[in-house]
DNA sequence: TACATACATGGAAGCGCTTCCACCGCAATA
DNA sequence: TATTGCGGTGGAAGCGCTTCCATGTATGTA
């Protein structure tokens, strides 16, 4: 009803439907009389193939499955996301496989192991997952699983290099002469910010200043929540580092209603290079890391299952602009 | 291989592949023994039935096919389009259909068609569709296409009313005593910015003002050459609109480059009312819209498929902040 | 005890497609 | 003329699943 089979097209080509079949896919011998014929009948029929059959006896498995964690609003609105998600979609599209989004609740650990056991899945990248979920993922699978963020040891995790890039960051705001820095961090359940916080830790150990880590969300509004909580808890705070550059927006909007000065009183700094950072007044000092790189690495470590890496971390460049 | 089949349960749990198929699905009578076997079974084996066999033999259709169309790195940055996705998905998941992602180059026609025609789609979304674009997809199908944007008559729209919208922000600027008001456009193949023009030449009509258009792209780079280009032709312009915040914020980044005070010389206003949009410096004076309620009735239009309605258009609300 | 009734179950067909295999005719070779 | 090789073709099997239908097997009623 809704469309012609192969069975219509071959009959109105007058062929069997295994000459019909080959046409179509283009994988064995046909006459050049039997192709147009073919070909007539395909136009005039308006004849698609079905998907489902054909994945059903190719047994292939044509899809990258891209699964963000966490809250979706919060999480899609973050421009990180979206150039994930536009690169994935972009590798797999190379490779003619479709992709499919999901968005997966944080507190729901067996929404990951469905998804991943979906058969006909080319393969599965996962945002943002907490390690007990990746565990959840049936151990034969993960083969075509991986991270962007923490991983596994049996699936490989793509991400931006914490630890340096916040070390970078934090050192550029000790050389500029800041002393009294605090933190704001991502969400606990997201394992990638420990790293950010210990090489945080670190610095202002090595030059003997005090550890001021208050929690966030990776949202702005949380930003300026978070600046008024510094400044209302160490008033002599001279810098602030937010792990996530919508959350460095925040905080400059936070401090802004404050009456603080940035960078006069309050130098601030991000994380991620977001297309806003540039534009923000002050411009946002910040760290830039390859999202598009890290996504497509994931991708075609997924799609092109070659062998299986551990962890990979990418290098994160801190650059300054006006606020720090 | 890759997984058990209900052949594979059925022998184990001693029963038929019918009987298996009966207990797996719900569909069917079973006794509490069976039952309990046929589930044991299940777990032992991790049985998972194959999406694409049974899509084959029930005929049901259970996707959400979501398409964007235009240049993806730009696209999908936009947050618009990420709240939109969101939204979408959101409606699907409830309805525990899944999504698929889509990125459809603006100069292929024949994509979208290919795309619609697809079997076992539940609907497809289209978003920042072309008119041309949607007369492609085949007639039968129109019934579980919306579009997010322009529509036709065969196809229901749902899209800002950027006619009223612009009347809000410009008829602001005009009433704050501008009279050199320049817009900047989105892309030219989007043709829901004729009407936001459209509505721009009416205010500047009626108040004696120049119509100054430049073209814009809804990218913050193409924003900052536009603020460039605007200064340069009408030195005396005293107001930019933009019809993108992504794009305003561009302008207030070049007028600052060009030492231009706003909104002391020159006031600024956007469209979208993005995130970023409270926090640049001076805060974006700017038109928000139900962006998810929008989606959602797009979303709902092909999931639930009621009566077709034309096109919709939800209004517009002026923000007024710093910038105008 | 004989019957209708309900429920539980297995057999088998078939969804639309790909692909192996056998076949047929034709040209090239011996 | 008999043989081989090969491109083109149709028959048929089967991918994993659902579901109609017929066949039992326990229950309730006459």
């Given at each position: 009803m ?15 439907r ?71 979609a972009?590798?797999?599209?190379a ?33 943002n ?11 034969s ?23 340096t ?11 500029t ?57 160490w ?6 580092f ?7 927006l ?29 534009l ?7 760290s ?12 075609r ?13 990418y ?10």
């Amino acid at each position: 009803m809704t469309g012609a089979t192969l069975d219509d097209v071959a009959r109105a080509a007058g062929v069997s439907r295994a000459t019909a079949s080959r046409v179509v896919t283009g994988h064995g011998p046909a006459s050049p009389q039997t192709r147009a014929r073919v070909a007539a009948a395909v136009a005039e029929l308006g004849y698609v193939p079905d998907a489902a059959a054909r994945a059903l006896v190719t047994r292939t498995g044509t899809r990258l499955a891209i699964a963000v964690i966490g809250h979706t609003a919060a999480v899609l609105g973050d421009p990180y996301v979206g150039r994930v998600l536009t690169t994935a979609a972009h590798v797999a599209a190379a490779r003619e496989v479709g992709v499919s989004l999901h968005w997966l609740p944080l507190n729901d650990p067996g929404s990951l192991a469905r998804l991943a056991e979906t058969r006909g899945l080319g393969g599965l990248v996962v945002v943002n997952p907490t390690r007990p979920a990746l565990d959840t993922v049936p151990r034969s699978l993960r083969g075509r699983v991986a991270a962007i963020g923490v991983g596994t040891p049996d699936v490989p995790s793509f991400d931006v290099d914490n630890r340096t890039g916040t070390d970078g960051v934090v050192r550029h705001l000790v050389t500029t002469g800041r002393r009294h820095i605090a933190m704001v961090t991502g969400p606990s359940w997201l394992p990638c910010g420990d790293r950010a916080v210990e090489a945080y830790r670190r610095v202002m150990h090595s030059c003997g200043g005090e550890v001021r880590v208050v929690p966030g969300n990776f949202t702005a509004a949380r930003g300026a929540e978070a600046a008024v909580e510094i400044m209302a808890r160490w008033p002599d705070t001279d810098a602030v580092f937010a792990l996530s550059d919508l959350t460095a927006l925040g905080v400059l909007d936070g401090l802004h209603a404050l009456g603080v000065q940035v960078p006069g009183d309050v130098a601030v700094a991000g994380f991620d290079d977001i297309a806003f950072a540039g534009l923000s007044r002050p411009a946002l000092t910040t760290s830039t890391h390859p999202v598009e790189d890290i996504a497509e690495a994931a991708a075609r470590a997924v799609l092109d299952r070659g062998r299986v890496q551990r962890a990979t971390f990418y290098p994160s460049r801190l650059v300054v602009r006006e606020s720090a």
